[in-house]
């Protein structure tokens, strides 16, 4: 049997004095607003919390590499490789990848240091697949990444480039999480910025994979959908250079090819099955990820119609890669504001799943900080938990607080979930 819910919302107005460590507060009640529906019992109100210190702006650590890169729309070049040396890969940067054993896709190459297989000619980094006897395989190529320098959490992150031609060719520009805060593959996520096989030219891929949707089930998309909707009338990767990207937030991957946006997903709550798992099952992007370039050969995807032996060299060109992040510090004046709508669903025994509105900030939300009967049960970066420690039969005191990169927190917004 359905239990009634009813919502009682009292908004607060509050000013707040700070004098060294003691806090002043003064509050006063401006309106109450109450709903009746169906479901267990919820009551949300507003109060007061305190305001942390700030943090060090973007700004002021542009790497020298990357002082002659513009900020445009408030985004700030933080790391680059413009590939503007010979030799080797820039070692403070990237790192080598070696050897072969498909890489969980049944690839066919084995991955070098070499550089036939890699090198930087002072303007671009060269990768190039060969058709050899190398170690008992057929094929040889490079794969780098920054996995042992540098990982990133959200940010526009960028490359410009030609990929290489012929069917059997699997050319990547991808990101993997550096600790897999939540398990091994899928669990913790995988970023593909730009993914092509050659088989199927023209057609480049973004995709995401997480625990419920991986592999071919992975979320994402491709740029026939700026043919078919007009925004461009052609696609020639092999030839031209083009710059693939993605805008990673707090709740949404957007994917870029030329500039021209052809694919979003994000958290979403309203997906088949969400509200029965933690955010996490299908949003595992709140943690740091690291870059990756390569050059596959074959494999599941790359070799679906087999490898034609008449491409090699087969040669993937890249002109730079570049990260941008926001500035949300410099010139943040207000704290977050309260959040707002809250929904509840899937209630029973110890579990409840909690949705709400975003908070609205001046620059943008960094996390929430939710507590459980006054014990603090998570901080999240999507607006929306699943609570695990509900105490049973009983009225459970929610919390939530939003706070923005400077580090202001919102006031406090209370519910209570009766189970």
Known sequence: MYKKIIILMMMFSATIALIGCDQTTTTTTSSDITTTTTSSSLTSTSST?????????????????????????????????????????????????????????????????????????????????LYEDYEYYEY???????????????????????????????????????TFKY??????????????????????????HTERFAGSNGRGGSTTSLITDGT????????????????????SITWYYDGYEFASVGYNPYLTGTTSYDTTVDWPFDQSFYLILNLAIGGNWGGVEGVDALIFPATYTIDYVRVYQQDYITGDTSSPGVISNPQVFNVS???????????????????????????????????????????????????????????????????????
Not at 190 to 206: F, L, S
Request: glycine share 10%; net charge negative; proline share 3%.
């Open 140 to 178: 040889t190529s490079a794969k780098i990444w920054t996995v042992n320098t540098e990982s990133w959490k959200y940010g526009k992150f960028e490359m410009r480039a030609m990929i290489p031609y012929g069917t059997g060719t699997w050319p990547a520009f991808w990101m993997m999480p550096s």
């Open 349 to 419: 025994g110890k579990h409840a799943y909690l949705i709400w509105d975003e908070a609205q900030d001046d620059k943008n939300i960094k996390l929430y900080e939710v507590y459980v009967n006054n014990v603090l049960f998570d901080k999240t970066s999507v607006p929306g938990v699943l609570f695990t420690n509900l105490i049973e039969d009983s009225d459970n005191y929610i919390k939530i607080i939003a706070m923005d990169y400077s580090g202001k927190f919102s006031d406090i917004f209370e519910t209570v979930i009766t189970t």
């Open 49 to 129: 919390t305190v305001s942390s210190g700030v943090t060090t702006s973007l700004i002021d650590l542009i790497p020298t590499e990357c002082q002659q890169l513009e900020i445009t729309d408030g985004w700030v070049p933080v790391w680059c490789d413009e590939f503007s040396y010979t030799g080797g890969i820039d070692l403070t940067k990237w790192s080598y990848q070696t050897g072969g054993g498909g890489y969980g896709n049944n690839e066919l190459q084995y991955y070098t240091d070499r550089e036939e297989n890699l090198y930087v000619d002072g303007n671009n980094l060269l990768i190039k697949a």
């Open 232 to 251: 461009i009338t052609s696609i020639d990767v092999a030839n031209e250079f083009h710059t693939y990207g993605i805008i990673w937030d707090e709740t």
């Open 183 to 208: 398990g091994g593959w899928p669990d913790s996520g995988e970023i593909d910025i730009m993914e092509h096989v050659g088989y199927d030219m023209n057609v480049v891929h973004g995709t995401i």
